[in-house]
């Protein structure tokens, strides 16, 4: 296996930083794609492609929130939340299942808490002594809060703030979050610090402006290629990405890909590698009803997947957080100690699979997937989100796994059994008495 070239995964990275944020079907987006395309097509592969159409959301100018005359600074807005100006009383909603209808006509307030959580009942580990610790990340907390725009709507509700709590203003600003919610169509933000004890304080009057556009006939790309295995092409080994995301570090994880095209058409591979990068992660509800936005390619390519014996998913490459590697066999957790020396991977647990490594998990493909969760992840400010360094080596961890699936027998690498029902009731059960004891 030749070295890899640390300066190039550097000039990738920086790439990403001069394109900043690349929100689905956004012209950055397609700039990236079609980066991405170009390298594959540099390597003498061809390259194939699924063009969806949705309706994007875009915001035009800076929100703003005056209260009581004053201007507030909002750390972030809610995406696909809403658009246009309103105003009203802000009326505070208390308790996890705010009594929406109190705010009606008014612009609801609600604290959103970023907590450190049980993720134990989330990410399982196949060694019980490296089980995770708890985590707070803004993601889960705001896509809990989110939950309830629809019902805030329906309530007669005009907009809603969100105010964190357990989130200072650095870490609060630009945060893109949730990103799973449909369109909600009522205008949503959020802030911190200040702000937040701001818009707490009871009988002010408040306007906010969220200024977006609908484009009801944007496109996002999906493309791939297939480099055809030499002795059992019928055999296929999947490897995916996406390509929309927030910063260098959600989504990089092309450069991956890149890098193991690189080998293939160098040594090619015994088995069919089909290389995947998907788009749709940041807005899954315009490509499919469930699972996460790999599944829409999935279902619609079975014939390119259905000889699958593994799967590989790689995301969040440098990531300054602890390496969330999942292997969802046995087989497969031997294969990614020894490709990734020093990191303990994890499985997923009956409730999620978090990132695109979860639509392989659904379809039964044994996989490894790493999807690291920094709490900047989604953040959309500019900053040093990535150890290149660290990238490098999870790079070439993938190189030398991507080596052993190639030869490696089907038996050894294991069956995946997706959880059913039960299981699934049992591990809520389990998480709702965590939630419930602090435990």
């Keep these: 296996m030749e070295a890899l070239d640390e300066t190039w995964v550097a000039a990738e990275i920086e790439a990403l930083r001069v394109l900043g944020p690349r929100l689905t079907g956004t012209p950055a987006h397609d700039q990236l794609v079609d980066r ?38 909002v750390a972030s807005v809610f995406p696909y939340s809403g658009t246009g100006s309103v105003s009203g009383p802000l009326v505070r909603l208390r308790g ?44 889960i907390p705001a896509t809990i809060a989110g939950l309830g725009l629809g019902r805030a709507r329906r309530a007669g509700v005009r907009a809603v703030v969100f105010a964190w709590r357990g989130l200072d203003d650095e870490r609060a600003r630009g945060q893109y979050v949730p990103f799973t919610l449909p369109y909600q169509d009522i205008p949503a933000v959020f802030v911190s610090g200040a702000s937040a004890e701001a818009v707490l304080a009871p009988g002010a009057d408040a306007t906010l402006t969220v200024p977006a556009a609908l484009t009801p006939d944007a496109t996002m790309r999906t493309v ?80 390119l997947w259905s000889g699958a014996v593994a799967g590989l998913a790689v995301e969040h490459l440098g990531a300054r957080a602890r390496e969330l590697l999942y292997a969802t066999t046995p087989g497969l957790r031997h294969l990614a100690e020894t490709a990734f020396p020093g990191t303990a991977p994890s499985r997923p647990s009956p409730l999620v699979h978090f990132g695109e490594g979860e639509p392989l998990l659904h379809k039964g493909i044994p996989a490894v997937s790493l999807v690291s969760i920094p709490d900047d992840l989604l953040s959309t400010r500019p900053g040093d989100h990535v150890d290149v ?29 997706p959880p059913g029902p039960a299981r699934k009731a049992l591990a809520a059960a389990r998480l709702a008495l965590a939630l419930a004891t602090g435990g």
Excluded: C, K, M, Y
């Excluded at 594959?40 to 194939?48: I, K, Q």
């Excluded at 035009?60 to 600074?73: D, F, H, I, K, Q």
């Excluded at 019980?128 to 985590?135: E, F, G, L, T, Y």
């Excluded at 390509?243 to 069919?272: C, F, K, M, Q, S």
């Design 36 to 73: 991405v395309a170009a390298q594959v097509r540099g390597l003498g592969l061809a390259v194939d492609e699924d063009r969806h159409a949705f309706t994007r959301w875009d915001l035009t100018a800076e929100p703003t929130l005056v209260v009581g005359g004053a201007r507030v600074e």
């Design 96 to 139: 996890p299942l705010p009594r929406w209808s109190r705010a009606r006509d008014g612009i609801a307030v609600v604290e959103v808490n970023n907590r450190e959580l049980p993720v134990r009942h989330l990410i399982d580990t196949w060694d019980a002594d490296q089980a995770w610790p708890p985590v707070a990340h803004p993601l």
């Design 224 to 303: 791939w290629t297939v480099i055809e295995g030499t002795r059992s092409p019928a055999e296929t080994v999947v490897v995916v990405t996406h390509t929309d995301g927030t910063n260098t570090v959600e989504e990089n994880g092309h450069i991956g890909l890149l890098a193991l095209a690189r080998d293939l058409v160098r040594t090619p591979p015994e088995r069919t590698v089909v290389l995947v990068f998907i788009a749709g992660h940041l807005r899954i509800p315009a490509v499919t009803r469930s699972g996460q936005a790999g599944t829409r390619w999935l279902d619609d390519h079975p014939d």
């Design 389 to 417: 360094p660290l990238a490098a080596r999870q790079i070439d961890g993938f190189r030398r796994l991507l080596r052993a699936l190639d030869t490696a027998a089907p038996d050894d690498l294991g069956r995946v059994r």
